[in-house]
């Protein structure tokens, strides 16, 4: 199933972000461990910014990989990223 070689996922969320919501249940329901890290939080802000150059949720880090945007503008670079599709 999930290929689980990858390198550490990191996603940077908000609370009331729906696209937010949606990549965190899409990760957990194919087994994707992932470390949340809330950008409503000033120090977490500027990491993402200096780490990603964007500020906007959600972000997401697999390896030295950057996904930014939509969960659906996200979704297809994501399944490609983390051996899904190829």
Not at 9 to 21: A, G, K, R, S
Not at 35 to 61: H, Q, Y
């Amino acid at each position: 199933m999930a290929n689980q070689s990858h390198s550490n996922i990191i996603v940077y969320t908000t609370p009331t972000c729906p696209d937010c919501h949606m990549l965190k249940e899409w990760l957990t329901q194919n087994a994707f461990p992932f470390e949340e890290r809330d950008l409503t939080d000033p120090k977490i802000m500027m990491e993402a910014k200096e780490n990603t150059g964007v500020r906007v949720a959600p972000i997401t880090l697999i390896g030295e990989q950057i996904f930014y945007g939509t969960f659906a503008s996200q979704k297809p670079k994501l399944m490609v990223a983390l051996g899904l599709k190829t």
